[in-house]
Structures are given as C-alpha cells and as structure tokens.
C-alpha cells in the first residue's frame, strides 16, 4: 500500500505522528476514523496524489501514532487537541494553508480544526458522518442502537477496555463488518494492518478515550462556539448506512457550517473502501 509515499514520523508539541505523504500539488489532509489507521485511503491517495500533495496520518491514539494515557477530563483525546496536533504535523511539512477529507473521527477532527483554525482550513469535507451535537441531541431508538459503541466506549476508564482486550480481533470485525457492508469491502493486507494496531491495549485505551471525549468535553467545546464553519463544506455519506436511515445529512451540517453541499455514495460507512471511484469522483469535483 502507499507505493510511492514517503513514510514518516513528525514531533508535535505533545506526541509523535505517524503519517505518510506523497504527490504534488495544494496540500491535502486526509484524516482517518474509528477503528481503523490512515491505510484506509490506500485506495484513494494514489489518484489524489496526481493533483494533490497528500499527508495522511495516524490520529493521536491510533495506528503507529503516539497514544498518551487518558486524563480525567479527557483533554488528551478532546477533538481540539487532536486537530491541534495535526496543524502542528501540517507546519512541520511546510503548509500553512490546506484542505481536509475526514472520515468518522476524523471528520469530527476537521470539524473542530475548521472552527479553531479557521485561516488554515481551506475545504472541508466530512465521510457519513453528522456533528457530534447533532448526533446527542437527535437521538433515536434507532440511531442508538447502531451507535451503542459510542456510549459503550465512554463508559469510565477500564470497563470497555477489558470487554473488548477478550477479543479485540472480533470486536473489530464487529465494527468493520456491521456497518453496512461485510468484512470483504476491505483489502486483506488493510484489514492486516488494522487487526495489527487494533491488538495493542494502549490503542484501545486511547480509541476508547476518544469516544469519552466525544461525550463530555467535546461537547462542551462545541457548546462554547459562537461561529459556524467558515469555509466550503463538502458532506458525503453512505446510501446502506446509518446516517442515511437517521437523518438529513445536509440539513444537519446547514445548522453548523454557512456553504454546505453533498450527495449519498452507494455504500455503507466505510465509503472509502466500499465504493473508492464514486468517492474519488465527488472529493476531486469538490476539492479542484
């Protein structure tokens, strides 16, 4: 995977990132999700490599990323400090001024650094996802049991960590399979790669520290905002997933960003792997 890529490893002012990068052209950020690594764009970065330089990094916490313990307030995994971290990667590399592509967490990371960074974020686009609020304060029989992950991992320190260190191998084919495609969408050596991250109980801890975040200090973040995300925002998301069935996607995002445009993929969450070319084909008329 990454033919061609530069792999690397960049010091922030709090934890080392992991990332790959390659291509020429207006800098790119590509940010992954849960529970997965940045080899969830092997099937993408090579073609926006063509127009774009691409920097896709391991979110603090995950893949080969450093993963600091959690804290009480869970500002170590709070999506200010995540963003944070990855102005300070796209620094180091040269770029004052890029787009990002997040997907599930890391969407919810390019919200919060479009709202902090404002004069760094250039294009925004968010993967089958709706703002984190959004998603607490519309919450359905439906919406929760599909989403029972998020408040099963921010139960308090320890109790998810041991379920899922039984099993952490199933646990994640679990997530990666039940979101509306099966376990074959993904590359064996993609799925290699995550079972390789997923197995190590300091990426548990913090993935699970992410998710504590997302229900307490993220929120209160987001409470605090008194602006909407400036810059163009591009919303994609899976015509089998959950946000489809849930909700409107560009309503939702219309209620935190000013320029909100988008479309439905035929795939489940996992857009990226499930369906690369229409993925590609949106994200390229968008970002160009």
Not at 55 to 75: I, N, T
Request: glycine share 8%; charged share 25%.
């Amino acid at each position: 995977m990454f033919d061609g890529f530069q792999r690397m490893d960049i010091q922030t002012s709090q934890v080392r990132i992991h990332l790959v990068k390659g291509g020429e052209g207006p800098p790119l950020l590509l940010l992954h999700g849960y529970p997965q690594t940045h080899a969830m764009w092997h099937r993408l970065a090579p073609a926006l490599a063509e127009h774009f330089t691409v920097v896709a990094p391991d979110l603090r916490g995950y893949g080969d990323s450093e993963k600091p313990p959690g804290d009480p307030d869970h500002q170590n995994y709070s999506k200010r400090q995540m963003a944070q971290d990855q102005v300070e990667v796209m620094q180091a590399l040269g770029f004052e001024r890029f787009s990002v592509v997040g997907h599930d967490r890391g969407g919810r990371v390019g919200h919060r650094m479009a709202l902090d960074y404002p004069e760094r974020v250039l294009k925004l686009a968010v993967l089958d996802i709706a703002p984190t609020p959004y998603v607490f304060a519309h919450l359905s029989r439906e919406l929760a049991l599909a989403y029972y992950h998020w408040f099963f991992l921010a139960q308090p320190k320890g109790f998810p960590e041991r379920l899922i260190g039984f099993d952490p191998v199933g646990f994640l084919h679990r997530k990666l399979g039940g979101w509306g495609t099966g376990l074959s969408a993904f590359a064996p050596e993609a799925l290699a790669e995550y079972e390789r991250c997923f197995r190590d109980p300091a990426t548990i801890h913090a993935t699970c520290e992410d998710y504590r975040a997302a229900a307490s200090i993220d929120l209160q973040h987001h409470a605090a905002d008194a602006e909407r995300i400036r810059c163009p925002l591009l919303v994609l998301w899976g015509r089998k997933g959950v946000v489809h069935r849930t909700c409107d996607p560009i309503a939702a995002w219309r209620e935190y960003a000013w320029d909100v445009r988008g479309e439905a993929v035929e795939a489940g969450h996992f857009l990226c792997e499930e369906n690369p070319a229409e993925t590609l084909r949106a994200l390229l008329d968008f970002l160009r």
